[in-house]
Each structure stands twice: as structure tokens, then as C-alpha cells.
């Protein structure tokens, strides 16, 4: 990797501030998902270097709970500069593993990096309560206390910000972190740990091992030292580990599958809603939970809609994410290939229509052209399933009773949208739709400062926002008897 910075390429996993192999040497080669290309090899660790790194993380969690908070907010506040001061590099190594357009991964740093800003901010205001006593004689009091050493499992979409989401909380109030980055994209991991080293973390603070995911993530779940698992990944991967976790009664956080419901209401700015269908839609070529996945239309709009949206997809520049004019990258691997054809196929077969792109691009490898469907029904399989790739399919509705009913008709509950311009409608189906978040007349919502979460089979817990902190804390209510005059 051609890095300015070249310190910040580590290919070594990293466990109580030593940089480490896997004990029997073995190691896994990364590739480059625009050109096929390799980029390194990192380390194959299991379960005995994860067990080194857990007893490490704890060590220094019992020395860490115990500073104050100022101590804790200055090291997160050193990261968020070091981080802003690395921007391009670690950008370019987004780009690099993950193949994300470079501007959306310079967009992604300074994503991450504001959530170490905000929780050194947070860190300072872990607040307790003294309660009414239920007798004379007593005094009530709850204080918050760090809930220990954290398991953290993170997806290859987000690499720097998943895991800044979760370390920056647990560290800020006093807990101790290790990591499992995807096996996709370790290396914006590897110098994210390289970046706390300089900002100050103690050794064995934040560990993070590469390697194998099964292995790893079975001793984070059933280790009796690791009191929280927070997980950002497949639904069905969150809920191995919720069942895993089940053992030792952990805390679990969940960050899981979305399927977006995206509604235009006839009184909506047309254009707004175009492009913030287009920005929900395609930001890292259709590969986030939050992305768009199902647009429902007014009839009344839906042809207009159509074209408008069907002529900005056709623009989009596909290419390396390394050029500073392309828009879409590729996709992940040749599963999330198949995985959009399938879903084209099944709607093209059930009626619906290819109104732009339907095949892989011609640029080959893992690129696939941007794609609308019209015409799409509530019997196909993109109706019901996430698809995790570029293609937009385009519902039609009736009214806004009808419409809700269908936007909530899925296991799934992270990320809903809609555009109108009427302020009742507005109230009522932010109200009615079964989300944990809604985006009203916008087609991004993400910030450090909100509530990020999921109900329903799409997580357990929030990140960011003052609410952040809640998952890495234990409550303790100290009950004081004998205050008699
Ligand atoms: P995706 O389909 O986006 O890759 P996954 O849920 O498979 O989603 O991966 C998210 C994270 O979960 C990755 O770090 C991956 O290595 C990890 N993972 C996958 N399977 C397991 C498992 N059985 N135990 C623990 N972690 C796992």
C-alpha cells in the first residue's frame, strides 16, 4: 500500500501492546476486492491468543477502572486528532480492503473519529442518582460502574467507524476491549490499534486479533471474564452469538440486518426525495443496513419518480474507488455478486421490469452495474430479503394506511424513510412505523450525536449519543441504613 504514513500498515494482529502471530504461524492473504489484487497477509489466530488477549484485557481493565474521567477522555480525544491527522491514509486503506468510493471513505474517518471526540466528551458525564429513600433512617443512591472487558465482533462495510462505535464507549467509561475485525478488512483495524498505542491507551486496553471468526468468537461468548459482546453483522451470525452468550448471561448488543422501507407520499418535493432516494440507496454500491431496500411510490408520482431516479442511477460513475470520480465501487465478494443477480432474476421472472443496468458491468471482476426495477411486488424475493447490493426496486401504493402496513410487514426493524410535506403525516408515521430510526424528508441519518439501533430481529442496544454508554454500564443501587440524628 502506497501510505504517506507507512507505520500505519501493520499485518500483525495486536495483543497487550505487542503486535503478535498466530502461535502455529498461519496466516490469511487479504485481496484487493477492485482488482483482485493481493494487499497481505495477517495473522490466523483461534482460541489460545484469544484467551492471552482476554486475560490482558483484563488486567488492564481492573487498572483502567479505576482512573478518573478526565484521564479517560484525554486519550480518546488524542485518538480523534490522530485519526483526522491520518484521514487520507486511512481512508485510502478503506478503499483499499473494503473498495468503498475514497470520498465515502474519507467521509468514514471522520465518521469514526467523532464518535472518540463525542465519548470523550461523554466520558465525563456517567452520572448516578440519589433516590428518594423508602425510610427515614436511609439514603438511596445508584451509581453506574464499567461492566468489564468487551468482546467485539465488526463487518467488513464499515471498518474504521463499527469498531470506533464500540471501542470509543467502553473505553470512555472504563472497560477494556477485544476485537475481531472481519476477515475481509483488517488492516483499517491494525492501524486504528497502531493510532491508540500513540494516543496514549495502556497496553492491553484494546486487543485485536485477526483470524478465524468461529474459533474467536467462540471463546469471546463463553469466557466468564468477557461481560459484554457487542456485534455488528448478519442477523443469523447475531443470533449464534446471542445463543452462545446465553451461557455465561452476557450483556449482548446487537447491530443486525436492515431492509429499509423507503415511501414517497404524493406531497413530497419530488426532487428532494429523488435524491435522497439515491444517497439511501447507493452509498458503498448498496452494501450498509441502512441502505434503501424497498421504495414504495405514490401512484399518483410513480412514473415521474421513476424516470427521474432511473436516469440519475444510469449516471453513476462505476469504477476503482481509488479514482476520485468514481461513485460505486465493487461489491464485497462473488457471494453479494450472486446474491443481486438472484434477486434481479426472481423479480425479472415474478414481472417486474429492468428500467437501467440488471447484469454485471462490464469493467468484470466483482463490479455490477447500478440498477432500478420497476413494477416490483410484494411476492418477490427483494420484497422480503436485504439484498446488500446495488439495485432499487420500485414499489407502487395506494395510501398512507396501506403503505405502513407493508413497510412494517418484516422481521427486520433498523432504518425507514420517508418523504412528505404534510405535518400530520409527517407525526403519524414516524409514530407508526416499527423502526429504530426514521428518516423524515432525508436519506442519511447517521451521526455520533443520535441513538444508532435497531428493534425487532435487527438488534439489541444503541450506539452513539448520550444513550452509548448505557451498554457498557452496570447499575448498582447502595442502599445506606442508621442515618439518625
Ligand atoms: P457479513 O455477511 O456482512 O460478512 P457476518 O455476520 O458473516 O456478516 O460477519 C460479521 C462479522 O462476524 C465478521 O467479523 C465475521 O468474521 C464474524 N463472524 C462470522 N461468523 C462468526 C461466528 N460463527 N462467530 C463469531 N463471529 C463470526
Request: aromatic content about 8%; glycine content about 10%; hydrophobic content about 40%.
Amino acid at each position: 500500500m502506497d501510505l504517506m504514513n507507512k507505520n500505519l500498515l501493520k499485518d500483525t494482529s495486536y495483543v497487550d501492546g505487542e503486535w503478535i502471530n498466530a502461535n502455529d504461524g498461519s496466516c490469511s492473504e487479504i485481496l484487493n476486492p477492485a482488482t483482485s489484487e493481493s494487499l497481505g497477509f495477517v495473522p490466523n489466530c483461534g482460541s489460545a491468543e484469544t484467551i492471552a488477549a482476554i486475560e490482558a484485557a483484563r488486567r488492564a481493565q481492573s487498572i483502567w477502572s479505576k482512573t478518573d474521567a478526565k484521564e479517560r477522555s484525554s486519550v480518546l480525544k488524542n485518538l480523534h486528532r490522530l485519526m483526522l491527522e491520518n484521514q487520507e491514509d486511512l481512508a485510502k486503506i478503506i478503499t483499499l480492503e473494503g473498495g468503498k468510493p475514497i470520498s465515502e471513505s474519507i467521509g468514514e474517518i471522520a465518521y469514526a473519529a467523532s464518535f472518540f471526540e463525542w465519548f470523550s466528551e461523554e466520558a465525563k458525564r456517567v452520572y448516578g442518582d440519589v433516590i428518594p429513600a423508602h425510610q427515614h433512617d436511609r439514603r438511596t443512591l445508584v451509581i453506574k460502574q464499567p461492566i468489564g472487558v468487551v468482546g467485539c465482533i465488526t463487518p467488513w462495510n464499515f471498518p474504521s467507524a463499527m469498531l470506533a462505535r464500540k471501542i470509543a464507549p467502553a473505553i470512555a467509561v472504563g472497560c477494556s476491549v477485544v476485537a475481531k475485525p472481519a476477515p475481509e478488512t483488517p488492516f483499517s483495524a491494525l492501524a486504528l490499534a497502531y493510532l491508540s498505542e500513540l494516543a496514549g491507551f495502556p497496553k492491553g486496553l484494546l486487543n485485536i486479533l485477526t483470524g478465524d471468526a468461529e474459533r474467536i468468537g467462540a471463546v469471546l461468548t463463553e469466557n466468564k471474564d468477557i461481560r459484554k459482546i457487542t456485534f455488528t453483522g448478519s442477523t443469523s451470525v447475531g443470533k449464534l452469538l446471542l445463543k452462545q452468550s446465553a451461557e455465561s448471561v452476557k450483556k449482548v448488543s446487537l447491530e443486525l440486518g436492515g431492509h429499509a422501507p423507503f415511501i414517497v407520499f404524493e406531497d413530497a418535493d419530488l426532487d428532494a426525495a429523488v435524491d435522497g432516494a439515491l444517497i439511501a440507496k447507493y452509498r458503498n454500491s448498496g452494501q450498509t443496513c441502512v441502505c434503501a431496500n424497498r421504495i414504495y411510490v405514490q401512484s399518483g408520482i410513480y412514473d415521474a419518480f421513476c424516470e427521474r431516479f432511473t436516469e440519475k442511477t444510469s449516471g453513476l460513475v462505476v469504477g476503482n474507488g481509488l479514482e476520485e470520480k468514481t461513485q460505486q465501487g465493487p461489491l464485497i465478494s462473488n457471494n453479494a455478486m450472486r446474491k443481486v443477480s438472484l434477486h434481479i432474476d426472481d423479480a425479472k421472472n415474478k414481472g417486474a421490469t429492468v428500467a437501467t443496468g440488471g447484469n454485471p458491468h462490464n469493467l468484470g471482476g466483482l463490479f455490477f452495474e447500478p440498477t432500478v426495477l420497476t413494477g416490483v411486488t410484494d411476492d418477490m424475493l427483494i420484497a422480503k430479503e436485504e439484498t446488500f447490493g446495488p439495485v432499487a426496486p420500485i414499489f407502487s401504493f395506494e395510501n398512507e394506511q396501506e403503505v405502513v402496513k407493508r413497510a412494517n410487514d418484516t422481521p427486520f426493524g433498523l432504518a425507514a424513510y420517508f418523504y412528505t410535506s404534510d405535518l400530520g403525516k409527517s407525526w403519524r408515521v414516524s409514530e407508526q412505523l416499527d423502526y429504530g430510526m426514521v428518516g423524515l424528508n432525508t436519506g442519511i441519518i447517521s451521526t455520533e450525536m443520535a441513538p444508532f439501533g435497531g428493534i425487532k430481529e435487527s438488534g439489541i442496544g444503541r450506539e452513539g449519543s448520550k444513550y452509548g454508554v448505557d451498554d457498557y454500564l452496570e447499575m448498582k443501587y447502595i442502599s445506606i441504613a442508621g442515618i439518625e440524628e
